[in-house]
Structure formats: structure tokens, C-alpha cells
């Protein structure tokens, strides 16, 4: 069984990451961490 919730947006990934991180804030959420993978 798979939950989630997804959407479309029209920007790009770094802006993307700063809307989603001013709108937690705005709800009293914040990141905790963020990982950066690398292919080789």
C-alpha cells in the first residue's frame, strides 16, 4: 500500500527547495537536514 502526495510546479529544483522550506516555516516547520546525493 503507497501513500503520497504529489505536485507540478514550474520552477527549478533550487528554487523549488526554498519555496517548500519558507512555507514550512510559515506553518511552524523547519528542515532538519538536508542530504546531497552524487552519481559517479
Do not use: C, H, P, W
Amino acid at each position: 500500500m503507497k501513500y503520497y502526495i504529489s505536485k507540478i510546479i514550474s520552477t527549478d529544483f533550487d528554487q523549488a527547495v526554498q519555496l517548500v522550506t519558507e512555507s514550512l516555516k510559515k506553518e511552524g516547520f523547519g528542515v532538519l537536514t538536508e542530504l546531497t546525493f552524487r552519481k559517479n
